[in-house]
Each structure stands twice: as structure tokens, then as C-alpha cells.
């Protein structure tokens, strides 16, 4: 008997990228059609990875902590404050 190894997928939706990262879907939507949150298409799916998610979150969390630092690009704080 094999036990079956659960994985998380390795593509996921916008709305479930946006609920793990705790953002509106609208918000999510904005930042793909952007170009800024890195996503493919399939069909008419727009799919984001997760580990490019992963990779973006810790970009966004490396231009926060380098805030005295202009990196030119904009938070997602900011985003949902303006």
C-alpha cells in the first residue's frame, strides 16, 4: 500500500493568491493585469505560481525594509491606501 503524498499545486488562482496574501481579489486582479505580480495564462484561466508568489512576496518585503532606499516601485500598502 502507497501513501499518497498530498503537494500543494503548483498553480494557483487569483483569488487563492490573493487570500494567501491577504489582500482584496480586485486588488490581486490589479496587480497581475499590471504586470507587477508575476502570473500565466491557460485558456482563459490566469493562474499565478507559487513559488513566483513566494519570490515576489520577498522582493515586496525586501523594498519595505529598504524603505530609506527610493527602489522606485510601489508597496502593496500603498496600493490599497491610494
Known amino acids: 500500500m502507497t501513501a499518497e503524498r ?4 503548483l498553480l494557483i488562482s487569483v483569488a487563492q ?3 494567501l496574501l491577504n489582500i ?4 490581486c486582479y490589479q496587480l497581475v493585469q499590471e504586470g507587477r505580480l508575476p502570473s500565466v495564462r491557460l485558456g482563459r484561466r ?4 507559487r513559488l513566483a ?3 515576489w512576496v ?3 518585503v525586501g ?9 522606485g516601485q510601489t508597496s502593496v500598502h ?3 491606501e491610494g
Open 6 to 9: 498530498h503537494t500543494a499545486p
Open 63 to 71: 523594498a519595505i525594509a529598504a524603505d530609506g532606499v527610493s527602489s
Open 58 to 60: 520577498l522582493q515586496e
Open 17 to 19: 493568491a490573493a487570500k
Open 78 to 80: 500603498e496600493l490599497e
Open 53 to 55: 508568489l513566494e519570490s
Open 46 to 49: 490566469v493562474l499565478v505560481s
Open 24 to 27: 482584496g481579489r480586485g486588488l
